[in-house]
């Protein structure tokens, strides 16, 4: 019964301590980020909290279909909020998506949107980060790159 005992305790730390191991030379392991600040509206707008906007990175996979990938995170600040994606695939197009909550109007009753100076996509490297900063639209409909 002790061998018993013996032999399935010695399997189960095996086992733990290999699945436990983080392998950072995968060549999965994505290590991109994007950052940026998103400037809010003037207080005409609805209150609008930082942690209400959707921030996102896409990018398309070989079938043609779009796919979300990162981390995102959006921290808020006086009247701006910051953001950062990580854990993005390097040497792929990105388009980074900033997107109010449904129903948030701008102080003249058009829908608020979210642009960029750059409507270009991103592409990082390894280890290498960007930037885009958004500011809000007024007359935009939709809000991305």
């Not at 999965?28 to 909290?49: E, Q």
């Not at 600040?77 to 109010?100: F, K, N, W």
Request: hydrophobic share 35%.
């Amino acid at each position: 019964m002790r061998l018993i005992l013996t032999a399935f305790c010695s399997i189960g730390v095996a086992a733990c301590s290999h699945a436990t191991v983080p392998n950072d030379s995968r060549s999965d392991a994505f290590n991109g980020a994007v950052s940026g600040v998103i400037v809010l509206p003037d207080s005409g707008a609805n209150a609008l909290d930082c942690t209400q906007i959707a921030v996102f990175a896409t990018t398309t996979d070989d079938k043609g279909s779009t796919l979300r990938v990162g981390r995102p995170s959006v921290h808020q600040g006086q009247g701006r909020c910051s953001y950062q994606i990580t854990d993005l695939p390097p040497a792929l197009a990105l388009t980074i998506h900033v997107e109010p909550p449904a129903g948030v109007r701008c102080g003249n009753g058009a829908s608020l949107a979210f642009a960029t100076q750059s409507q270009d996509t991103i592409s990082l490297k390894d280890d290498e980060g960007g930037l885009r900063d958004f500011h809000p639209q007024c007359s935009a409909t939709t809000s991305m790159r």
